[in-house]
């Protein structure tokens, strides 16, 4: 069996008494992103369970020994750096192939950083169009297109190197006055989630240096 389990996106207090019972008590290996981001974790609840390395480097390689291991019989976790594995970070490879062998597979609920960013923007959040990552390059500027003539919220992630760059595209491509939302260290003790029309958000974004990875909320073309 394999369990697919969220960690926390920054407040280590943001993880369910399920979760941990599952990574100290039901598994025999965590397969880990970067295994010394998750060892702090388990440090700080006292969990000692065998960690392996599954990341996007050597997933392809992995995914099919571990298939196996688990077809024999073994029980593991996956867990990302933070958030839920499969979004915008290892996971579907291995949850796929799990499913192909007739490998159980199940999905504890928590953390990931695009809900609180979107319930908390103030942006309609009714219906939406999650996006994660832009390409860095081909095809960004046919995505970007795609995603300013929605007619429901998008969402994006972004890396602080990359946010005024993001904020300058979707400007043209939405038009300055379109409501958006930039939202980040989300969980952490410095967590600004900031709304206010793309032109003036890239205008206050353009005067400071950011740091944390990004959400974007950016809202829906009007008729």
Known sequence: MLY???T???NLE???LRALRVLREEVSVILAEDTRTTRH???RYDIRTPLRAFHAHNEHAAVDKIVAEL???A???LVSDAGTPGISDPGFLLVRACRQAGVRVECLPGPTAFVPALVASGVPCDRFHFEGFLPHKKGRQTRLRYLAAL???FVLYESPHRLLRCLTELTEVCGPGRMACVARELTKVFEEVRTAPLGELLAAFSQREVKGEMVIVVAGREE
Do not use: N
Request: glycine fraction near 10%; hydrophobic fraction near 50%.
């Open 14 to 16: 943001d993880i369910t």
């Open 71 to 73: 077809a024999a019989g």
């Open 151 to 153: 007619p429901h919220t």
């Open 41 to 43: 974790l388990l440090e």
């Open 4 to 6: 697919i389990v969220p």
């Open 75 to 77: 029980t593991m976790a």
């Open 8 to 10: 926390p996106i920054g």
